[in-house]
């Protein structure tokens, strides 16, 4: 225990260690927030589009399309807004962005748009679908089919069942603050590369002393992997508070089960920096870079940089996201606080165990190696 509270205290000496696992952290997403602020204050439920519709000159009105627009409905909400009337005056609301496509009806039936955008590509998706619907029905009563088309579109679906997702959050930036909550977690690998140094006689003086005290290598190391887990979990506990409280981030439902997974999340991080200090002991500069880049990495793969790169990869290599630990981390928290999916966060979180096994097994095996060769050589001296 005595060597747990002196330990506790080098680590929390270490004003380097500080700023970049609690103090960073806190600074990164103050700076998303401040980014992101307009953004999140909106409004990302379903919004009504408005559009203008025109009938070209010397053709008739296409009352079924205005019809057809009129009466499509999310629930109870219209998805459209439709303004008829003349050519000049739909461009001159266009241009005024009171509306945000115009549709010109004929012969041929244009969309026109002043920007590309999510309502520009909603309006240009029901025009086309509407326009493939309407070209078959017209070649399936050409080819005398009509009633069989009409069967099949008038046919009952079945349809998946909706969940509900309680308590979730429809802020699309969230991901980021997960992903940074999954960075944050992986720095825990500073305090366990400390751990590995201080006991590493040629890149620590005061290794010496330490492995001089009257004390097992092996309680040793538990008591630092301990206090090293210790602040780390601290500093999970201090980002979330931060974030929600102060920032007032949504991240979802918040639960208790949220805070058994950062416990893992810190001791994924400290075990990390265990594994890369007992590999490299060449020089401890050698180790800050390879551990800085690894997490870097992860936590790009996770989203931090670039939005929606979790789900590009899903659908691509989905394989990376079972195995990468920012991305373990973040869906986690994104299964447990915004799917409410409690199987796909065990899920995540069993994938953050076995990571925390493999690089505990590692460590004690390249120890093992090592002390092995050592052996070999003194016996050959």
């Known amino acids: 225990m005595i060597h747990y509270v002196y330990r506790l205290k080098r680590l929390l000496r270490m004003r380097q260690l500080f700023f970049w696992s609690i103090?960073?952290?806190l600074l990164l997403g103050t700076v998303f927030k401040a980014a992101f602020s307009d953004a999140t204050n909106k409004d990302w439920g379903f919004i009504t589009i408005p559009v203008a519709v025109v009938t070209e000159e010397g053709?008739?009105?296409?009352?079924a399309f205005v019809t057809f627009l009129a009466e499509m409905k999310n629930g109870d909400t219209p998805f459209f807004t439709v303004t008829e009337g003349d050519r000049e005056t739909a461009e001159t609301l266009l241009t005024d962005g009171e509306v945000s496509a115009?549709?010109?009806?004929?012969?041929?039936?244009?969309?026109?748009?002043k920007?590309?955008?999510l309502n520009s590509t909603v309006v240009k998706t029901v025009v086309d679908g509407y326009l493939q619907s309407k070209d078959m029905f017209i070649e399936?009563?050409?080819?005398?089919?009509?009633?069989?088309?009409?069967?099949?579109?008038?046919?009952?679906v079945t349809t998946l069942s909706a969940k509900e997702f309680e308590g979730a959050t429809t802020d699309p930036f969230v991901q980021y603050f997960q992903a940074l909550i999954a960075m944050a977690s992986l720095y825990g690998a500073m305090y366990g590369l400390m751990n590995t140094n201080e006991l590493n006689q040629k890149l620590a003086y005061v290794s010496a002393r330490r492995l001089a005290a009257p004390m097992r290598i092996v309680p040793t190391v538990i008591c630092d992997v301990a206090a090293a887990f210790t602040i780390q979990y601290l500093q999970f506990l201090i980002n979330i508070a931060y974030f929600i409280l102060i920032l007032k981030v949504d991240f979802g439902n918040v639960n208790g089960w949220l805070f058994l997974g950062g416990a893992f999340y810190s001791l994924l991080g400290v075990l990390n920096g265990y594994f890369i200090g007992t590999v490299v002991q060449k020089s401890d500069s050698l180790q800050n870079s390879i551990m800085m880049g690894t997490t870097m990495f992860s936590c790009f793969l996770a989203g931090l940089m670039v939005g929606n790169i979790r789900m590009a990869?899903?659908?691509?290599?989905?394989?990376?996201?079972r195995i990468n630990p920012a991305t373990l981390i973040a869906d986690s928290m994104q299964a447990l606080c915004i799917m409410g999916d409690t199987?796909?966060?065990?899920s995540c979180l069993f994938g953050v165990f076995i990571w925390c096994v493999c690089l505990t097994v590692g460590s004690m095996f390249v120890?093992?190696?090592?002390?092995?060769?050592?052996?070999?050589?003194?016996?050959?001296?």
């Open 23 to 25: 103090l960073f952290p």
């Open 59 to 63: 053709n008739p009105e296409d009352e």
């Open 102 to 113: 115009v549709i010109v009806t004929g012969e041929e039936t244009k969309v026109l748009l």
């Open 115 to 117: 920007e590309n955008g």
């Open 140 to 156: 399936a009563a050409m080819k005398g089919k009509l009633p069989e088309v009409m069967e099949a579109f008038s046919a009952e």
């Open 313 to 321: 990869i899903e659908l691509t290599v989905p394989v990376v996201n």
């Open 343 to 346: 199987e796909k966060f065990a």
């Open 367 to 381: 120890v093992m190696l090592r002390q092995k060769r050592a052996g070999r050589s003194v016996s050959k001296a």
